[in-house]
């Protein structure tokens, strides 16, 4: 799972993964669930441990299927912290729509995000 998270200047937070799969690229914070975990408990641990951020897990934004996962991207609000890389993530970045069209993405991520409602905060 992964968090759709903005600011108030509509940019999204990105992570540069720093372990296959998607090594090198840019993404959405997330991970997969534990067993026992909620995707809510599970959302607001890899955020934290990738990011240094609170959260606060919020909708659904969508699911995307990559056999043999199945990934649910919730939109988050942050609650505190600052970000900074961890974990898996090997650097964040604010992006703009702009950003979006010109980093090299995990696959499917531009599509994912074309075909979102909105990107709620």
């Known amino acids: 799972m992964g968090a759709i998270i903005t600011d108030p200047q509509d940019r999204l937070l990105l992570i540069k993964r720093g372990h296959p799969p998607g090594e090198g690229l840019w993404s959405i914070p997330g991970g997969r669930v534990e067993p026992g975990e909620t995707d809510a408990e599970a959302l607001r641990r890899e955020i934290h441990e990738e990011t240094g951020l609170h959260i606060t897990p919020g909708p ?15 939109y988050a609000t942050i609650t505190h912290g600052t970000p900074a890389p961890g974990d898996d993530a090997t650097a964040l970045h604010w992006a703009t729509p702009t950003d979006l069209t010109h980093l090299p993405l995990t696959d499917g991520l531009l599509d994912f995000l074309n075909n979102l409602p909105s990107r709620g905060n």
């Open 60 to 74: 659904l934004a969508g699911t995307v299927h990559r056999p043999p996962y199945e990934i649910h991207d919730y």
